[in-house]
């Protein structure tokens, strides 16, 4: 008997074989699609693409499909997002036509090419000193406009009960959000000269990030089964920091803000990390990560999926690791289904895996090619798997 989406998620994250692996298609800013691919796809089904943003985010350029392009994906999860701060929504659709878009934390995004956001303002990219942190002026993570809507949406998620509950908090992840402070060169350069600035800046901003967390938890309640976070780690060819490094100076922060979590939901902990990050997988594992994503296969150790679930796959569960490097975006739909095939055989035994691209599918990947990563994920990751 074919299981609901949300009994099929449950299974997979208990290590333990459902029907076939979960999709997670369309759902957070780190599984999304952009929106040209997003309004081709829909235009080869002949739907109606609606015009929403994930977070009403339009510079970020991530679609938020609509219910019938979900289910025609054979999305498993649902989506439940803050909100910007009214405020800062209302001063971005106010600003005129082609200024950067500032956010809330006083960082934003400038117009690289028409339509085209890039960051690019960096407020603190000066700073070098504990008296700059003091005297920033912090964005107020009590406004209760960021959280209005997430009681309502997780409860009617919950009262249909057919589908996993998927809680994104935007970029509530301390190195990326001190990226988006400071650039990353002039922080990763902090993290090695001033280290004391570095670690009171993350810290700092962890804070806010628990302090908002707190109160979409608690809006949430009951109602969700995964809480994304992370923070990018790594590139293709290594580590953006030593293991040393991440171990002594941000690895405590991390654990202090998934134990904060975890005090509140019993809503397993999907963290986000780009890159060649095999060399922190059991920090992640112990520090109590439950789903790594997004599996980049194209950087490192990363790429040996049989290596990665035989050291790791009882104690995590991947989603990712469909290649949005050559594959989607150059393979033909019968060389998408290969692969997809490949890390479905790779990854699936047992439960424990859920297709997904790696990061945010991309303006150069056909429609074509997302319907054949979905399908084959339909076809070829039904339990019991075959070689």
């Not at 990763?188 to 804070?207: H, K, T």
């Not at 095939?341 to 859920?354: K, T």
Request: charged letters at 25%; hydrophobic letters at 45%; glycine letters at 8%.
């Amino acid at each position: 008997m074919p299981m609901t989406p949300r009994e099929r998620v449950l299974a997979t994250l208990a290590h333990e074989e459902p029907d076939r692996v979960p999709i997670v298609v369309g759902v957070s800013n780190a599984t999304g699609i952009k929106a040209r691919p997003y309004r081709e796809l829909a235009g080869l089904l002949g739907v109606d693409p609606g015009d929403a943003y994930i977070y009403d985010w339009p510079e970020l350029g991530t679609a938020l499909p609509t219910e019938a392009v979900l289910r025609r994906l054979g999305t498993d999860v649902r989506p439940v997002l803050d909100a910007f701060p009214a405020a800062t929504l209302r001063r971005n659709r106010e600003r005129p036509a082609h200024d950067p878009f500032i956010d809330d934390w006083g960082s934003g995004q400038v117009e690289i090419s028409d339509g085209h956001w890039f960051p690019g303002v960096h407020p603190m990219r000066e700073a070098d000193t504990l008296d700059a942190i003091e005297r920033y002026p912090w964005p107020d993570m009590d406004d209760p406009s960021r959280v209005a809507h997430v009681r309502a949406a997780a409860a009617a998620l919950a009262a249909d009960g057919q589908y996993a509950i998927m809680a994104t908090p935007w970029l509530l992840f301390p190195l990326e959000r001190a990226f988006a402070m400071q650039g990353m060169d002039s922080f990763l350069a902090n993290l090695a000269m001033e280290p004391e600035f570095a670690v009171a800046l993350l810290q700092r901003i962890a804070d806010l990030c628990r302090r908002l967390m707190g109160h979409f938890l608690a809006e949430l309640g009951p109602n969700v089964d995964i809480i994304k976070i992370g923070d990018d780690l790594g590139s293709e060819q290594s580590l953006l920091m030593s293991p040393a490094m991440y171990r002594r100076l941000l690895k405590p922060i991390h654990a202090e803000y998934i134990a904060f979590i975890k005090e509140r939901t019993t809503a397993k902990v999907f963290f986000h990390t780009d890159g060649d990050v095999f060399d922190l997988l059991d920090d992640l594992v112990e520090i109590g990560v439950d789903i790594v994503n997004p599996v980049q296969t194209s950087a490192g150790r990363m790429s040996d999926l049989a290596g990665l679930k035989r050291r790791y796959g009882d104690r995590v569960t991947f989603c990712g690791a469909i290649d949005t490097k050559q594959v989607l975006p150059h393979g033909t739909p019968s060389e998408v289904r290969a692969e997809v095939g490949r890390v479905v055989r790779a990854l699936g035994p047992g439960g424990g895996y859920m297709v997904a691209a790696v990061h945010t599918i991309m303006d150069d990947v056909p429609a074509e090619n997302i319907l054949a990563m979905v399908d084959a994920a339909q076809e070829l990751g039904r339990y019991p798997l075959r070689d």
